[in-house]
């Protein structure tokens, strides 16, 4: 927009004085007729949307994924078809539990929300920098997310409520122990991984069945932030994740990431020594090797945050042709959640905006009207099916059913035979070298310490002790200590 000519109302008219408000003479009071003063004041008391009731906290970036490998074999979407074909994409960062205006350089899981502009519509991949998460089922989710936030009564985050709920969701083990370890608190949004977390479908041409985990791999390398770096750094430049990615992109240093894919044959999963729709679970590399098929770059960034980033919609459920959900509980509740929060959040034509709408095809419903509607339909039919050339079903589903068996009911996800909540928490424990065990310790003992009653402590230390022995037997000695001071 030039900045040339007069300042104006919202309606066009000239604004003859921005400095002085009309008054009834002077030294009197203001005039109701001073009709830009109004109008500025009433702007401005409307320019915050609600935030995200998780994930508030973000930067964003546009940029580019490359496909680097023939993935045709395992599924028919057309922006994965072709070596070298490239995609325009949108990734948001965030961290979860903070608030819009948060610092950055605290310990949480990073989002890492990724759009890609196909030509058969948005794909959304909306994952974390973490593999897996706290819990399995979305009806627990709400509950955890009150813990991670602040509480009711004291206005902020309280351990006894972290700890309590952790301590009595074993299932939060692994996850936990991935948080409070060296990846817990990224140097910068370009030095972590990104992933996909949960299992996804696949579907090739032959309508062949594949279970899918996307791993986005930095080229940066990873860099961590101690607990000590992070708390000095968050105190003294709050921005400092989002003014880094910024900078880099502006320097033409644009971050990249190399993806991969792990692939499991359909015929596996039944049979698979882990439940591989549990999102608490990783798949061994050794099961299931991590298959390069792309790179990620971003290189551009977004001119106004409000209407890229803030505004900005990523669903779980956005799929496209070849490609869809899998049974893990945790994705089916976010494949309601995101679009209802889309629709109470940025209202209920977000899907319209820039940074939202398909880039590389149109979108063509008989959605017609409400809030905003920008009248980009003009006259044509709103109804289907119809005999004025309106679009049609394809007839095709996007991807293919599941079998299911059983009667309906409040069903925990099924265990298969290595399952248990501890298993793989213990297994990343001992992957550690002695350092990195130093240093979890101290992370979790610094914050189980601070629960204000012994069964809470003891609850949580124990989950860790069910995972391994030494790991419980340091954190119980490290929690005593510093309980006892
Ligand atoms: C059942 C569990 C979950 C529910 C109900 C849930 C719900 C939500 C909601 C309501 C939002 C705000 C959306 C908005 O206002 O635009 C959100 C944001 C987000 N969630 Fe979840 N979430 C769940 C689990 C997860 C998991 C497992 C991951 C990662 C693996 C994840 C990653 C994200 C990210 C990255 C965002 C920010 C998206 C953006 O940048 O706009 N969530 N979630």
């Known amino acids: 927009m030039t900045s040339q000519g007069p300042l104006t109302t919202e309606a066009g008219a000239p604004v003859a004085d921005n400095q002085n408000s009309e008054t009834a003479g002077v030294g009197g009071p203001v005039l109701v007729q001073d009709q830009a003063l109004l109008e500025k004041l009433a702007h401005f008391n409307r320019e915050r ?112 409520n972290v700890w309590d709920f952790w301590g009595l969701s074993p299932e939060s083990t692994h996850q936990v122990t991935w948080l ?49 770096e992070a708390n000095q750094l968050s105190g003294m430049d709050p921005d400092s994740h989002q003014r880094d990615l910024r900078e880099a992109i502006e320097r033409g240093e644009f971050p990249s990431w190399t993806v991969q894919v792990q692939i499991m044959p359909a015929a596996d999963a039944a049979t698979y020594r882990f439940n591989p729709f549990d999102l608490t679970k990783v798949w061994p590399h050794a099961d299931y090797p991590p298959i390069d098929i792309g790179k990620l770059e971003l290189n551009r960034n977004p001119q106004n945050i409000f209407a890229e980033v803030e505004q900005s919609i990523f669903s779980p459920a956005h799929f496209v042709p070849g ?76 991807w293919q059913p599941v079998q299911v068996a059983g009667a309906t009911g409040n069903h925990e996800a099924p265990s298969h035979a290595e399952d248990d909540d501890f298993v793989q928490a213990g297994n990343l424990y001992r992957l550690m070298s002695e350092d990195e ?36 037997k340091r954190l119980d000695a490290a929690v005593q200590e510093l309980r006892s001071k």
């Open 49 to 160: 949307i609600p935030e995200r009731v998780v994930h508030a906290r973000g930067a964003g970036a546009y940029g580019t994924f490359t496909l680097t490998r023939d993935v045709s074999q395992w599924t028919r979407a057309k922006f994965l078809s072709e070596v070298g074909k490239q995609t325009e994409t949108f990734l948001r960062f965030s961290t979860v539990a903070g608030n819009l205006g948060s610092a950055d350089a605290v310990r949480d899981p990073r989002g890492f929300a990724l759009k890609f502009y196909t030509e058969e519509g948005n794909y959304d991949l909306v994952g974390n920098n973490t593999p897996v998460f706290f819990i399995k089922d979305a009806i627990k989710f709400p509950d955890f997310i009150h813990t991670q936030k602040r509480d009711p009564y004291t206005g902020s985050q309280e351990a006894d």
């Open 180 to 228: 409070f370890g060296d990846r817990g608190i990224p140097a910068t949004l370009r030095h972590m991984n990104g992933y996909g977390s949960h299992t996804y479908q696949w579907n090739n041409a032959q309508g062949e069945v594949f279970w899918v985990k996307y791993h986005f791999k930095t080229d940066q390398g990873i860099k961590n932030l101690t607990t000590d």
């Open 323 to 398: 490609i869809g959900p899998s049974p893990d509980k945790m994705l089916q509740g976010r494949l309601f959640a995101y679009g209802d929060a889309h629709r109470y959040r940025v209202g209920i034509n977000a899907d319209h905006l820039p940074v939202n709408r398909p880039h590389a095809t149109e979108a063509r419903t008989n959605s017609r009207d409400g809030y905003l509607y920008d009248g980009r339909h003009n006259g044509a039919k709103n109804y289907e099916p119809n005999s004025f050339g309106g679009p049609a079903q394809t007839g095709v589903p996007l």
């Open 437 to 472: 065990k130093g240093r979890l310790i101290e992370n979790l003992a610094g914050f189980i310490s601070k629960v204000s009653r012994d069964d809470i402590a003891e609850r949580a230390v124990n989950n860790f002790r069910q995972a391994d022995g030494d790991f419980g």
